[in-house]
């Protein structure tokens, strides 16, 4: 018998709000029994689920895991512009001038993913 993976686990300062941005970002949709204040927060959404967990710690260091986001229905470019309007910061940026590459970014508590080239965007380099 194997394991499957139920959620990721964030650890957190403010579980409401952050699961907030990540609902955002996945098109997803937070629980309907959390609140303000909740010592957790779940969100669900069609490739994941995602859970927040208060902690009274900071974050010191870089992640070791993390989540790579491939855009559905944008550029990868524009997905790092929509997720820059939600709050998320830039934190590496390794785009390359031939269009591959990525982007290092980090949530409202610093937690670090990376946008990747859409589906089309890496088709249409390999039909060039």
């Known amino acids: 018998m194997t394991s499957l993976v139920r959620h990721v686990t964030f650890d957190c300062h403010d579980t409401y709000t952050l699961a907030g941005f990540w609902a955002e970002v996945l098109g997803g949709k937070r629980s309907d029994e959390d609140y303000p204040g909740d010592p957790e927060a779940m969100v669900e959404s069609d490739s994941v689920t995602l859970l927040f967990v ?4 900071d974050k010191q260091v ?6 790579d ?19 998320a910061k830039v934190f590496d940026d ?3 001038p031939d269009g591959t590459g990525w982007v ?3 949530d409202l508590e610093g937690n670090e993913f990376c946008v990747e ?3 089309q965007e890496r088709a249409a380099a390999v039909d060039a």
């Open 62 to 67: 870089k992640n070791r895991v993390h989540m």
């Open 69 to 87: 986001l491939q855009p559905q229905d944008r550029t990868r470019d524009e997905e790092v512009e929509r997720l820059l309007a939600l709050g």
């Open 104 to 106: 290092t970014m980090q």
């Open 54 to 57: 208060r902690v009274p710690d």
């Open 117 to 119: 080239r859409s589906a």
């Open 94 to 96: 390794q785009r390359r």
